[in-house]
């Protein structure tokens, strides 16, 4: 900012002596200098009256030389400047300081917002960037069984197994892509003996081309525990890598079920112990068996022997049913004998076991 400067010659109240009037931002200052004072006294005292520092300083002369530090002559006498309106320009030390403090303000908030889009980007990218995992790293597929209760029901439990956020972060991190989720016949691959019933709860097929999960209960319109069908999932996930029951799957097996019970802030954190064997609390000696799933067609199973080695999976699922008409069939006769033995009516089925 600049104002007028007027240079007035003083007679001054003493011989020797100058009076310089300098105008600054609309007011007017005296310095009263020797007489053999020079430019550069000039504006020594200008810095020590007004708080501007030398280097800021700028004195227009009209019809002449613009004087600032360095001068081209230091020497130079003010009585040349004598009668002539003169310009100062400057700033005072505390304007500076205000002004560098403003500048670095906005220094500052501008490296924040290029810091912050930065960081939106590099978020934006790593989002996308999952996005794209969680649509290869994933069940591709999701079916239920069909012909038995409730498919609906089946459906949306498969489909909050895909979508758990513990599920979803395992997948990604191992890159498992399954091809199939789906639930496995209620009646099939269980074996009663006189120690109990045992009954298989999952199996991967060609590591991780099909995922069977036993969805119901016995009575096929009954669910299973959430949590223990996903411990049974996270078994089978391992089964993606190591297909025996090695120190290298269950390391792997309990490192899933970790990962996906830190994504649960309700579960208890607890896993399994090293074993090939899943008991359910509240069930009738209910375990999960498995020795690596099913491989071209043809069941591989540990523990005990299956049943129907060399079937495919459809011709399994026809001799579960065909099991589950005797079983029905079954307890029709024996309801019927009874009622016959107490002389109560009893219609029998003509399809119970092919007689009448």
């Known amino acids: 900012m600049s104002d007028a400067v007027s240079l007035a010659e003083s007679s001054g109240s003493e011989s020797g002596w100058m009076t310089m009037t300098i105008s600054h931002r609309k007011h007017n200052y005296s310095f009263d200098l020797p007489d053999d004072a020079t430019v550069a006294d000039l504006f020594v005292e200008i810095e020590a009256a007004l708080d501007i520092p030398v280097s800021n300083q700028k004195i227009l002369v009209p019809k002449g030389p613009l004087l600032k530090a360095p001068f ?10 004598q009668g002539k309106a003169l310009t100062l320009m400057g700033s005072g030390v505390a304007e500076v300081q205000a002004v560098k403090g403003m500048a670095e303000k906005v220094a500052r908030r501008n490296a924040a917002r290029i810091a912050q889009r930065a960081k939106t980007r590099t978020t934006s990218r790593k989002s996308q960037a999952r996005s794209a995992d969680d649509a290869k790293y994933t069940f591709l597929q999701v079916q239920p069984l069909q012909g038995l209760p409730h498919p609906e029901r089946s459906q949306a439990l498969l489909m909050r197994l895909k979508e758990d956020p513990g599920i979803r972060a395992a997948m990604r991190k191992h ?30 097929r060609n590591q991780g081309e099909v995922v069977e999960l036993r969805l119901r209960t016995d009575a096929h319109d009954g669910y299973r525990d959430y949590k223990t069908i996903r411990k049974t999932l996270c078994h089978e996930l ?4 190591h297909g025996p029951h090695d120190r290298h799957f269950w390391d792997l097996c309990h490192q899933i079920e970790r990962e996906v019970d830190g994504a649960d802030w309700k579960t208890s954190g607890r896993t399994i112990g090293e074993t090939s064997r899943y008991t359910i609390s509240g069930q009738d000696d209910e375990t999960h068996e498995d020795d690596g799933g099913w491989t071209g067609g043809e069941f591989v199973l540990g523990g005990g022997k299956d049943q129907s080695p060399g079937m495919s999976r459809r011709e399994v699922l026809a001799q579960a049913a065909l099991e589950r008409q005797r079983k029905e069939a079954g307890a029709e006769r024996k309801a019927c004998d009874a009622a016959e033995k107490g002389w109560r009516p009893c219609q029998r089925s003509q399809q119970s076991d092919g007689t009448e």
């Open 72 to 81: 081209k002559d230091a020497n130079m006498s003010l009585h040349s400047l």
């Open 175 to 204: 890159k498992f892509t399954v091809a199939l989720l789906t639930e496995m016949e209620p009646l099939s691959h269980t074996q009663s003996t006189h120690e109990g019933t045992s009954r298989i709860l999952g199996l991967n």
């Open 238 to 241: 391992a089964h993606n890598v």
